[in-house]
């Protein structure tokens, strides 16, 4: 496992911009597969983009392809998520995750990661 901060989250009006960053530690970040997952109260924890463990290979949640972009230092243990063109349905906390990469069919489940950050507030107002 690896433990994991979020940090970055905050308000901002509808058509801006956040970038997120998720900082870890553990010297198996290298290894990990790292996602992005939101959730807003009375709803499931929900996929929003996925970076494999080289960075070479990302996968985004519909609602968001386009608009958010994922990437990742490995030399700093260190994942972002870029997001432009901000909606309010965008409003959510959002989790940071890492797991194993066992290729990519797996990275839309929850069930993949076993680290889990804390948790960043986003929130676009109209």
């Known amino acids: 496992q690896v433990q994991l901060v979020e940090s970055g989250g905050g308000l901002v009006q509808t058509g801006g911009s956040l970038r997120l960053s998720c900082a870890a530690s553990?010297?198996?970040?290298?290894?990990?597969?790292m996602g992005w997952f939101r959730q807003t109260p009375g709803k499931e924890r929900e996929f929003v983009a996925a970076i494999s463990y080289r960075g070479d290979s990302t996968l985004y949640a519909d609602s968001v392809k386009g608009r958010f972009t994922i990437s990742r230092d490995n030399a700093k243990n260190t994942v972002y998520l870029q997001m432009n063109s901000l909606k309010p349905e965008d409003t959510a906390v959002y989790y940071c995750?890492?797991?194993?990469?066992?290729?990519?069919?797996?990275?839309?489940?929850?069930?993949?990661?076993?680290?889990w950050g804390q948790g960043t507030q986003v929130t676009v107002s109209s």
């Open positions: 553990g010297r198996t970040f290298s290894s990990y597969v």
């Open positions: 995750a890492g797991g194993r990469d066992y290729g990519s069919r797996w990275y839309v489940s929850r069930n993949n990661y076993d680290s």
